[in-house]
C-alpha cells in the first residue's frame, strides 16, 4: 500500500528539501506537539534554536507501526536546550524509536506537492481495474445507465450470482452487449439481453484516479510508486520553474524538470509499466442472441 505521506517523503527527498545532517533521525521521545531527539547533543554542532522553524516534520514509521505514521505537521519552534521541537498537533504522541523526517518548505510547500501529486497521476491517464456494482438486473429491461464516472472507460461487464448455489458468488462476464453514446455530464447506456431480476452488474473500467489529499489516501496499486514519484515532480517542477523568479534558462531546477520529463518518468514507466485491461470482444445483435449466449445455457434469462 503506498499513500501520500509516502510520496511526500519520495519528493522532499529527491528534490534535496530533506536537511542532510539531521533531516532523518530516530526521536527519544515526544508527544503529540513535540518531538524530542537527546542524541543531538552529542554532536560537535547541534542544531541551533529555530532552527527548523516553519520545516516540515514527517513521522516516517511508528514503532509500533500505528498512528501517528505518516502523519505531518509544521514545526512552530525548537529548543536546542532541551532538543525539542514543537509542531502543531499530531494528534497521536511521538514515541522513542519512531523514525522522523524535517524537510524544507520554503521552495516546495506541501499544499502544492500535493497538488502536483494529483497533476502527476492525472496525467497517467486512465488507470485500470476499477469497478462499480451499483447496478441490478430488472426483470424485462435491457437497457441500463451507466455513472458518468465509468462510461469513457468501461471495459468488461459481469454478472453475480447466476448459479443455483447460493454460495457460489461466481462472475459471469457479459459479451452481448452494447454501449450508447450519451453527452458530456449524462449517464451511458448500456444494452444487453434480458435477464432475471437481482444479479448485480460490475462494471470493469478504466478512469481518472480519484483526488488525493490527506496524508492516509491510497494510491492505485497498479501505479509503482516510483512512477506517481516521477510524475509528480515533474509537475511540481513546472509549476516551480513557471514563476517569474525563477525563469533563468541556465537553473539547475530548469534542467531537472527536462530531466524528469526525457528520463526519469518514461524509465520509470518502462520499467514498472501500468498493466491495462484489454477491451472485451462485443457481440450484439437487437432480439437476438449472440453465439456466446448459446455457449452458457444456464445463463437465466427471463
Avoid: C
Avoid at 500535493?114 to 485500470?128: C, V
Avoid at 452494447?178 to 449524462?186: F, P
Avoid at 434480458?194 to 473500467?205: C, F, H, R, S, V
Avoid at 524509465?267 to 437476438?288: G, H
Amino acid at each position: 500500500m503506498t499513500t501520500v505521506s509516502d510520496i511526500v517523503q519520495n519528493i522532499l527527498n529527491e528534490l534535496g528539501q530533506v536537511e542532510p545532517t539531521f533531516g532523518l533521525f530516530t526521536a527519544t521521545g515526544g508527544s503529540a506537539t513535540t518531538f524530542v531527539n537527546t542524541s543531538w547533543g552529542e554532536y560537535e554542532a547541534p542544531p541551533e534554536t529555530d532552527v527548523f522553524k516553519n520545516h516540515l516534520l514527517i513521522v516516517v514509521r511508528d514503532t509500533a507501526g500505528a498512528s501517528p505514521q505518516g502523519k505531518y505537521s509544521l514545526i512552530s519552534a525548537y529548543n536546542d536546550t532541551t532538543y525539542t521541537g514543537t509542531m502543531a498537533t499530531l494528534t497521536d504522541a511521538v514515541g522513542s524509536g519512531d523514525t522522523l523526517m524535517i524537510a524544507k518548505q520554503d521552495k516546495y510547500p506541501l499544499p502544492q506537492i500535493i497538488f502536483a501529486i494529483n497533476r502527476g497521476l492525472e496525467s497517467l491517464g486512465d488507470l485500470p481495474f476499477n469497478a462499480d456494482t451499483s447496478l441490478t438486473t430488472v426483470a424485462n429491461q435491457t437497457e441500463y445507465s451507466i455513472p458518468v464516472n465509468v462510461k469513457r472507460g468501461l471495459k468488461r461487464v459481469w454478472l453475480q450470482g447466476m448459479t443455483d448455489d447460493a454460495n457460489d458468488n461466481e462472475w459471469v462476464e457479459v459479451f452481448d452487449r452494447r454501449n450508447e453514446l450519451t453527452g458530456a455530464g449524462t449517464a451511458g447506456v448500456l444494452h444487453v439481453p434480458q435477464y432475471a431480476e437481482g444479479y448485480t452488474i460490475k462494471l470493469e473500467y478504466d478512469g481518472v484516479h480519484p483526488k488525493v489529499n490527506d496524508y492516509d489516501d491510497e494510491i492505485n496499486e497498479y501505479v509503482h510508486p516510483k512512477v506517481i514519484t516521477a510524475a509528480a515532480i515533474l509537475k511540481l517542477l513546472e509549476w516551480y520553474n513557471r514563476q517569474d523568479s525563477n525563469q533563468d534558462p541556465e537553473s539547475y531546477t530548469l534542467w531537472l524538470e527536462n530531466q524528469y520529463r526525457q528520463i526519469h518518468l518514461p524509465l520509470s514507466l518502462a520499467e514498472s509499466p501500468i498493466q491495462r485491461a484489454r477491451k472485451a470482444p462485443r457481440f450484439f445483435s437487437n432480439n437476438a442472441k449472440s453465439r456466446f449466449h448459446m455457449d452458457f445455457p444456464e445463463l437465466p434469462f427471463s
